[in-house]
């Protein structure tokens, strides 16, 4: 599975097991590509959510970001820590809360900021990151409702304030999850194949995003 992320995000081969979090099994990601001076830092909120018991060292979930070619890849939260019990979101039992994500650009250039989520150790208990107030690019907030100006992989979708949790910049946030959609499940891509996957989520993708995942 780490290698469809990996691909689709860029990565070298085994990077994202590499992070030292565990074997992840499935996961979603977004990814989008922009130019940027030296100097120039990106900046982006995000907010880890699971399911997991906390601390979990077996099914390690976690999120991560990567900033290409030069920034490398790095985790933004895992299930191995103890955070805050969700009261008021029937999806997750628990959040990390809104933290800020920084990187200084370190040559002008193009570049390619990746976001995912993924599961570790099962396919059943699910982890989510939600996404918002992006720096960099085009459609950092998601006010248009979709993911104009940016590529997905997975169960993604723009959530408002009725996902229970509120966006740090506008009205929507992103929120990707770790367990796939039934009819997008990554391991489906043995058969599949990954073009068909990633076709499938652009189909998606046309109709109406706004939605809560069930």
Same mark, same amino acid.
């Given at each position: 599975?780490?290698?469809?992320?990996?691909?689709?995000?860029?990565?070298?081969?085994?990077?994202?097991?590499?992070?030292?979090? +565990?074997?992840?099994?499935?996961?979603?990601?977004?990814?989008?590509?922009?130019?940027? @001076?030296?100097?120039?830092?990106?900046?982006?909120?995000? =907010?880890?959510?699971?399911?997991?018991?906390?601390? =979990?060292?077996?099914?390690?979930?976690?999120?991560?970001?990567?900033?290409?070619?030069?920034?490398?890849?790095?985790?933004?939260?895992?299930?191995?820590?103890?955070?805050?019990?969700?009261? =008021?979101?029937?999806?997750?039992?628990?959040?990390?809360?809104?933290?800020?994500?920084?990187?200084?650009?370190?040559?002008?250039?193009?570049?390619?900021?990746?976001? +995912?989520?993924?599961?570790?150790?099962?396919?059943?208990?699910?982890?989510?990151?939600?996404?918002?107030?992006?720096?960099?690019?085009?459609?950092?907030?998601?006010?248009?409702?979709?993911?104009? +100006?940016?590529?997905?992989?997975? =169960?993604?979708?723009?959530?408002?304030?009725?996902?229970?949790?509120?966006?740090?910049?506008?009205?929507?946030?992103?929120?990707?999850?770790?367990?796939?959609?039934?009819?997008?499940?990554? +391991? @489906?891509?043995?058969?599949?194949?990954?073009?068909?996957?990633?076709?499938?989520?652009?189909?998606?993708?046309?109709?109406?995003?706004?939605?809560?995942?069930?």
């Amino acid at each position: 599975m780490e290698l469809v992320l990996e691909n689709f995000l860029g990565q070298p081969s085994g990077t994202i097991d590499g992070l030292g979090n +565990g074997n992840a099994t499935q996961g979603s990601a977004i990814k989008q590509t922009f130019s940027a @001076s030296a100097g120039q830092t990106v900046t982006l909120d995000w =907010n880890f959510l699971t399911n997991e018991a906390t601390p =979990n060292t077996p099914f390690n979930d976690f999120a991560f970001v990567s900033v290409l070619p030069l920034g490398g890849t790095s985790t933004l939260a895992d299930t191995n820590l103890r955070f805050p019990l969700l009261g =008021n979101n029937a999806r997750f039992n628990g959040e990390t809360g809104y933290n800020t994500f920084s990187y200084e650009i370190p040559t002008t250039g193009t570049y390619t900021l990746g976001l +995912g989520v993924v599961d570790v150790g099962d396919r059943i208990v699910s982890s989510g990151l939600l996404v918002d107030n992006v720096n960099v690019g085009t459609n950092g907030s998601f006010e248009t409702g979709d993911f104009l +100006g940016w590529e997905t992989i997975g =169960n993604t979708s723009v959530a408002d304030s009725t996902f229970g949790i509120e966006p740090t910049d506008g009205n929507s946030q992103a929120y990707l999850e770790s367990v796939p959609e039934p009819s997008t499940i990554l +391991g @489906s891509m043995m058969v599949l194949g990954v073009g068909t996957l990633l076709k499938r989520t652009a189909k998606r993708q046309s109709g109406s995003v706004k939605e809560r995942i069930g």
